[in-house]
């Protein structure tokens, strides 16, 4: 069985080198490493071109700085795995983590996995209060709207198998993915596993990107996608 990493990146010299080296740390699980970088103008690009691209199975370019959503659907499409996981370039989640996220597909339990940051008793760095409020009130909302019973809507690690998620029309480009993805899963029924991950979150000093303006966005796309 193939696992698809896409891995979508803007700006992350500093620790996409790290990342790729711990996926392919991985020696036991056969992966497909996709980073689908977002138009880096911080030396990202050149050291993709320079020390990665032998390490993974693909490196696309975007021609603009599109956004995370319009980067995923681009590693989608070129996915060619039996499951598909996204994972972040900037550290703060672990690949360690995949073992958990990819069995209960493995075991034929689940359809799609989400890595909770808010659930289990593994390790998670203190950061922003109100982010975690901000997080926890989209996911209520979203699970509203949704009837499902996720506690990290906003998560980065999301597994599908991958007839599932390529099956879906996705048309968020930015962090709006998270919702829209949420929405259009649930309208589909699948089976849907939740499993404890560890978070080692940024702060903004150290590269954290997401702020204010992207909470209204999900805010936006929760009542879109499940709406309309």
């Known amino acids: 069985m193939i696992i698809s990493v896409l891995i979508p990146c803007f700006n992350e010299k500093n620790t996409i080198e790290e990342i790729v080296k711990r996926i392919n740390d991985l020696k036991d699980l056969k992966t497909e490493i996709i980073i689908i970088d977002d138009c880096s103008n911080d030396g990202t ?4 071109k320079e020390n990665i691209k032998s390490q993974v199975s693909k490196v696309i370019f975007n021609e603009s700085n599109f956004g995370k959503g319009y980067s995923l659907r681009k590693g989608i499409e070129a996915a060619s795995g039996d499951i598909i996981l996204v994972q972040d370039a900037d550290l703060e989640y672990n690949p360690k983590e995949y073992y958990k996220l990819i069995n209960p597909i493995i075991d034929g339990n689940a359809d799609v996995v989400y890595g909770s940051r808010f659930i289990g008793g593994d390790e998670r760095r203190i950061l922003f209060f109100w982010h975690t409020i901000a997080n926890k009130l989209l996911t209520l909302l979203s699970n509203m709207f ?13 597994v599908f198998k991958s007839e599932i998620i390529k099956k879906i029309d996705l048309k968020e480009k930015g962090f709006g993915f998270d919702p829209e993805i949420t929405a259009k899963i649930s309208k589909l029924k699948p089976k849907i596993y939740e ?17 204010l303006k992207d909470a209204f966005i999900v805010l936006k796309c929760i ?4 709406l309309f």
């Not at 690009?45 to 993709?48: F, M, Q």
């Not at 949704?146 to 999301?158: R, S």
């Not at 499993?195 to 702020?211: L, M, P, Q």
């Not at 009542?223 to 499940?226: D, F, Q, V, W």
């Open 45 to 48: 690009v050149e050291i993709l």
């Open 146 to 158: 949704t009837n499902l019973n996720l506690t990290d809507m906003e998560t980065c690690y999301k």
């Open 195 to 211: 499993v404890g991950i560890s978070y080692f979150g940024r702060t903004y000093d150290e590269g954290k990107k997401i702020g």
């Open 223 to 226: 009542i879109i996608y499940n």
